[in-house]
């Protein structure tokens, strides 16, 4: 990202040096600033992740790292006073602070700062892999006091702060960030499509009033004609939202069951074998297959294990323009997948491609845009072209096409198969695998429980601010005015930030200003 | 003690014969172009700082005229006056010298909305701004209408880029020449006026329209963006023709605060200030608005008005069936007229007369000028840096309504800003720019130049994101000092600020060493309710916190060590209620602050910049060349990459200018040397 560097080696180190020590820790708060997803709190908190893999695998990494992680290894463990040798692996029970139930049994690890990954006191536990064990504990950690979860890329940028990272890394720190928060955003998406995402917003859309309404009363309240009874209202709504939020915090069955694994969409125009390639990779008649275009009308989603990894399949609806209003909207179902997906297979009927190589990869190139218009050049990994159909083909073009088209730069790795008669489909597997398996290393992907974490902080705040807006009702509304505005920043850390504009635009939308 | 006294009407003469023939110079440091609020503001603050400055006006006995309403501050607005003054500007020291009521509004909501506001008297108010602007040295003011700006050809070293030179006058006479322009034209900026179906061209009612001149230099050889906005004015009414017994008495506060942090009391005693009335509108009221829609153009035509501060024809149409707000406003102590705050008004006059009849107190009621309505254009504000000149023409500055605000405050602080940074650039000084975080003004401008205008922009707290810690009451903490740095506060009022800000200090030292146990508060104090539950020792600060807890209290169970500090009674009990919150902003606002002192180069080419950019942020980047990181991570689609990237960049290429220049210097030095050696190797 930095092609500078070459030319100007030397004064690139020396600049990173300068970065590192006097102006990196306004780098890290910039990074930490953006929009509603992340977070622009100062280093002084204490940030948890899970930084392994998920899946099934035998062992999580828990990392902790900030000034309150030897609090939180204390309250973790069961630790009174002494903290253990640093740097030492230590088994242990792990347990609830609030409820003293143990979670698991583990090790735990002790790195004082400055040695340590970020250069800070920093704490790892290994527990048990599966998501029940590590969700319980990220909780855990999240109830401890100045404890919230980890941001995209945030350890990443406190290493970086703390001159902990080497020149190539701190090349790929940009790059980084864009993968996490891109896993972020989507993982956001798929949460706010369903059930809790309208909760959310419909909490946030009556917070946005009740901020609009006491900014109305504040800003024109003395001039103008707001009916009476406005904050009477607004008291209310505070009172009835707080108590939703504290109960949603409360009751955990609540909420939908969030979807576990790497999201695998198959994406593709209609009779291209979709729903055969689901077939046959779950190896069960999953969805219905026929000659009949457009048989596939809504999402079919089935859970699979790939070479171990958690993978959630969907087949979707064939892509193509129709005046049915019921595939008309299978269509926009499917595109919405497409764009939450992890990986998406693109099946294309081969006997439709060009007989001239170079002809058939433009056409493949034009099909990727069409369908996958936000695929951006270096992300053909997020892609598998998988060609159908090869039984209709003469055995020497499938030979042709399958040696060419690896060659041609630019394309995602292209895999040929046929559904009809499982012909290369063990090439196929061993590709699909890798993908999903690299995928899986990437913490946040496909990973519910740190999102769950993540909004349990940020409703908490929410809860507490509606609590600010309460105790300063009737001493001073403009501090309880930044109650609510402080409740909105923390649920838009969720649903989306809301700007200062929004918030005029109801006024005027609900009252008559004259003055 | 109210400091200002004014000269004697006589002298106002000399201001008068100041006529083209008799200026005394062709070439001046800043020309202020507008003598209204902006301008004023701006010709006081540009000398202030120490530059040779020339306000050019049409009409010299105009400047200070309050052309629409007879008031100045409000919630938000107040806030401003008061910045404004603590950078020694002039309106607020002007309000407290012509107000005629005085009210603090939001009394009730707490200090951090507190909008402190003045009914005005239009003649007081004029006299004042033009004895202090006649008083000010190193100020000449010049009555003239200006024809044409002078700008250069662009370099072609930075091609598009124009530097301003100076003004020809319409009177044909030699052009005037200046470092820095600031122009501060209001509405006559392409201004058309409206009454009924009668249009003309104006920028207001009894005025010249402006030359032509001017916006084509604007518009088309400085290629400037323009837009069109509308406003107002309603009728003004005669005094004796309204049966006021038949609205609501608005008494003003009965001890008047004065704006000023100079000032301890107004110019208008208590007793002598002036009430307001209040009254509603009636269904007839909504008939003659229908009626007469037809024959009403301004309302008909497609231009963006302000949804706050509308016309009564919008106001019935858009919440029709329901009574509007009627504030009949005194114009003056002398004045026989009165002004119907919230009836500006653009349909045929006999339509006026027959609607303003519909309300009960103004039955037989006479109007005195109609109402009309002006269409004007505004130079999109984006084209400007956060130091108000533009982008694209060095020594260029805009303020006031032709940057597409409304309101007398908002003009007055863009008029400060834009005056002061025109005066810097005169004198060689480096910009100054104001961040949001400290101030109402740096919202302001923050919000103009990053996000344009789409409807006149009018300042409201909720823009503050810091609303708590930019209160009225502390604006001369969070400003004097930094103005007196800049130069445009002068050092009386920096005395003066110092002074309350170490007394603040010691009083809060004092309040914080007071620390008692919770029982012995209750024994001492036992109408707050201290509550008991509480183990530790509390402080006076943190008892002071409490609702009914006031400094005179604690002062009179410590009078040894708080007695002295009783004049700031009011501020430190301010100071200790929002002290939590204020440190809680703290954090947030240093990390904007460092943004902000981050300035991005204004000549990146952001399409061929080598660094990873997605096309979409480049086009942003490119649109809005944010003058600073911290407006860059403002810009909607900014993606933390990106802004690591740009982070990246800039201080790459900083380092890398500051080898080359090293390595230029090494290499100059090493030649000198060969030179050296030469000369002693040359045989003689």
Known sequence: MLPLRSVYGGIFRAAIRKLQTSRSPCLHRLLSTRDGLQVGLADADTIFALSSGHGRCGVAVVRVSGPASATALRRMVGLTHRLPPPRTALLRSITDPCSKEVLDRGLVLWFPAPHSFTGEDSVEFHIHGGPAVTTAVLQALGSVPGMRPAEAGEFTRRAFQAGKLDLTEVEGLGDLIHAETEAQRRQALRQMSGELGRLYQDWSHKLKRCLAHVEAFIDFSEDELIEDGVLERVDRSVCDLQAEVKQHLKDERRGERLRCGVQVVIAGATNAGKSSLLNTLCQRPAAIVSPIAGTTRDVVETALDIGGFPVLLSDTAGLRDSSDLVEQEGVRRARERVHQADLTLLVVDSTRLPSDVQQAADFLSDHLRTVLPSLKQPETEKCLLVLNKTDLLPEAQTQKLQQELRRVSGLPAVCLISCQTNEGLKDFLTVLQSSVKTLCGDPLCGAPTLTQARHRAHLQQCAAALAQYQRYRDADLALAAEGVRLALTSLGRITGRVGAEEILDIIFKDFCIGK | ?684
């Open chain 2, 1 to 684: 003690m109210l400091t200002q006294k004014l000269p004697a009407v006589q002298s106002f003469l000399p201001l008068v014969s100041r006529r083209v023939g008799h200026l005394s110079s062709r070439r001046y440091d800043v020309i202020v172009v507008g003598g209204g609020h902006a301008g004023t503001e701006a010709a006081a603050a540009a000398a202030r700082v120490g530059a040779d400055t020339l306000l050019v006006t049409q009409k010299i006995h105009t400047v200070g005229a309050l052309s629409c309403n007879p008031s100045l501050g409000g919630v938000g607005k107040g806030h401003l006056v008061r910045e404004i003054d603590a950078l020694d500007g002039l309106c607020g020291r002007a309000g407290d010298w012509a107000g005629i009521h005085f009210s603090i509004l939001n009394r009730s909501k707490g200090p951090a909305v507190w909008g402190p506001r003045a009914q005005l008297d239009r003649q007081r108010y004029r006299e004042f701004i033009q004895s202090e602007l006649l008083s000010t040295p190193r100020l000449t003011v010049l009555e003239g209408s200006v024809e044409e700006l002078l700008v250069t050809e662009p370099n072609p070293d930075e091609p598009g880029r124009h530097r301003v030179t100076g003004i020809r006058l319409a009177d044909g006479s030699q052009p005037i020449s200046a470092a820095s322009v600031v122009l501060t034209t209001g509405t006559f900026l392409s201004g058309s006026l409206f009454v009924g179906q009668t249009t003309s061209p104006g920028g207001r009612i009894g005025d010249a329209p402006s030359g032509a001149g001017l916006t084509h230099t604007l518009r088309e050889r400085l290629g400037l963006k323009v837009g069109r906005l509308r406003t107002g004015t309603p009728p003004r009414i005669v005094k004796h023709s309204v049966d006021l017994s038949l609205a609501t008495l608005h008494p003003p506060d009965s001890r008047p605060t004065p704006f000023s942090f100079m000032n301890t009391r107004t110019r208008c005693e208590p007793e002598e200030q002036l009430p307001c009335h209040l009254t509603l509108t009636t269904p007839g009221v909504e008939r003659i608005v229908r009626e007469s829609l037809h024959l009403n153009c301004h309302i008909q035509q497609d231009t963006k008005g302000p949804r706050y501060c509308p016309s009564i024809e919008s106001r019935v149409m858009r919440f029709p069936g329901r009574s509007h707000q009627v504030w009949l406003e005194p114009e003056g102590v002398t004045s026989d007229l009165l002004y119907p705050q919230g009836l500006s008004m653009t349909m045929p006059p006999d339509a006026q007369l027959r609607l303003i009849r519909e309300i009960p107190p103004m039955r037989r009621a006479e109007i005195h000028t109609p109402g009309y309505g002006v269409q004007y254009d505004f130079v999109c504000p984006t084209q400007l840096s956060p130091s108000l000149q533009v982008k694209n023409t060095q020594g260029l500055f805009l303020a006031g309504q032709i940057n597409g605000t409304t309101g007398y405050e908002e003009a007055a602080a863009q008029g400060l800003w834009a005056g002061l940074n025109g005066a810097r650039r005169s004198l060689s000084m480096p910009p100054a720019a104001l961040s949001r975080t400290e101030s109402y003004i740096g919202v302001l401008i923050d919000d103009l130049v990053s996000r344009g205008v789409t409807e006149p922009y009018r300042m409201f707290t909720s823009r503050a994101e810091f609303r708590t810690s930019l209160r009225p009451d502390n604006a001369d903490l969070r400003l004097t000092p930094k103005g007196f740095e800049l130069g445009c506060v002068l050092s009386p009022r920096y005395q003066e600020a110092v002074r309350v800000e170490s007394s603040l200090r010691e009083a809060m030292a004092a309040l914080q060493a007071v620390r008692l146990s919770t029982t012995s508060w209750r024994k001492m104090l036992p109408d707050i309710g201290v509550s008991d539950n509480k183990s530790s020792l509390m402080t006076g600060m943190e008892i002071l916190q409490y609702k009914d807890a006031s400094f005179e209290m604690l002062a009179s169970v410590f009078p040894e060590t708080l007695s002295a500090y009783m004049e700031f009674s009011q501020r430190l009990k301010i100071e200790a209620v929002y002290k939590p919150h204020c440190d809680l902003n703290r954090r947030e606002i240093e990390r904007i602050q460092k943004e902000e002192n981050m300035s991005l180069p204004q000549d990146i080419d952001y399409v061929s910049l080598p660094v990873s950019l997605s096309l979409e942020v480049r086009e942003i980047l490119e649109r809005a060349r944010p003058s600073t990181l911290g407006a860059a991570t403002r810009l909607e689609g900014m993606t933390p990459a990106a802004i690591v990237a740009l982070f990246n960049y800039v201080h790459f290429t900083e380092k890398q200018e500051k080898t080359m220049q090293r390595n230029q210097r090494n290499q100059k030095e090493d030649r000198d040397e060969d030179l050296c050696s030469t000369n002693v190797s040359l045989p003689r």
